[in-house]
């Protein structure tokens, strides 16, 4: 099947070969489309920040915006004009203050977000899966929800056990975990490395994916050109 676009498609099929180049090894071919896709990554990232951001959020508000947009705004454009002062290493110390605030707000979004995204929601399907009320309530008896709930609840104790550090020291010197804990950590360790070849079999699955499709629209490519 021809592409809509037949110039496109044929730059597409290019890039795809130099792409494909770095089977045989690192070699100029590769880098160049390399280089030209983090210039355009970085070419595309600065254009949606102009747009969406510094102007709608930072410049528009001080030109057109009531009084407190306006403070608003010039506390901002302060903010990152002290900011910038990092990439002199004289002024460098006048853009600690912002860089404080971005790293205080990036770590105060980032656990809230895991507490809120990620343990509140997993804590609470541990205990819905680990409960039989629903099933006594409609007289629906299953063992299944709650085997799965014994494995969930199971699997995330000896995970996080897994890495606790807390040891002590033996008589012969050495520093050693207790055989419960040590026990438990050997469950865990085989538990988190189940998840970890999951999820590289998950990224490794996308990857075979994108190339199928390379290869198809290659050969798609080929025939349609070959008539």
Request: no cysteine; aromatic share 10%; hydrophobic share 55%.
């Amino acid at each position: 099947m021809l592409p809509g676009n037949l110039l496109w498609s044929i730059i597409g099929f290019i890039l795809t070969l130099l792409v494909f180049s770095y089977l045989v090894g690192d070699n100029v071919l590769f880098r160049i489309v390399i280089y030209a896709f983090i210039g355009i990554s970085a070419g595309y990232v600065t254009l949606i920040l102009f747009a969406q951001v510094l102007w709608p959020r930072l410049i528009l508000p001080i030109i057109s915006g009531t009084l407190v947009d306006q403070i608003v705004g010039v506390v901002g454009l302060i903010v990152s004009v002290l900011l910038t002062m990092k990439l002199s290493p004289r002024l460098a110390r006048l853009g600690n203050l912002p860089m404080a605030y971005l790293v205080g707000v990036g770590a105060a979004v980032a656990i809230g977000g895991a507490a809120a995204g990620t343990l509140i929601p997993q804590f609470m399907a541990t205990i819905d899966l680990s409960s039989l009320l629903s099933a006594a309530q409609t007289r629906s008896y299953s063992w299944e929800p709650f085997v799965n709930g014994v494995f969930m609840i199971l699997g995330t104790l000896t995970t996080l056990i897994y890495f606790q550090y807390r040891a002590s020291q033996s008589r012969d010197g050495k520093i050693r975990r207790g055989l419960l804990v040590e026990s438990l950590a050997w469950i865990g360790k085989i538990i988190a490395a189940i998840s970890f070849g999951a999820i590289f079999a998950g990224v490794l699955s996308s990857a075979i994916t994108a190339l199928v499709e390379r290869v198809a629209f290659m050969i798609d490519l080929l025939r349609a050109m070959g008539g």
